[in-house]
């Protein structure tokens, strides 16, 4: 798997929990479903080639989510 569930870092700066990438049902698109560590706690994903993206800064490329902390998945597969 390309991305490592975690803690991460919007770059905006909220903070993020990355529980797996799922595969939409329709699509086959792969997804990434996190959790807002902010607010009201929700769940969101987001295709996996988005989360993984870089953005501009101040005129730097920077990534979308950067990962802070690696974590054991709570999902795996058997």
Same mark, same amino acid.
């Given at each position: 798997m390309p991305l490592q569930p975690g803690l991460y870092q919007h770059y905006k700066g909220?903070?993020?929990?990355?529980?797996?990438?799922?595969?939409?049902?329709? @699509?086959e698109e792969e997804v990434v479903f996190y959790q807002a560590l902010y607010g009201d706690?929700?769940?969101?994903?987001?295709?996996?080639?988005?989360?993984?993206? @870089?953005?501009?800064?101040?005129?730097?490329?920077?990534?979308?989510?950067?990962?802070?902390e690696a974590e054991p998945s709570l999902f795996s597969r058997p």
């Open positions: 909220p903070q993020y929990r990355v529980f797996n990438v799922a595969r939409h049902s329709e @699509t706690f929700g769940f969101w994903v987001r295709p996996l080639s988005m989360f993984l993206e @870089t953005v501009e800064v101040d005129g730097e490329q920077v990534p979308r989510f950067a990962l802070i």
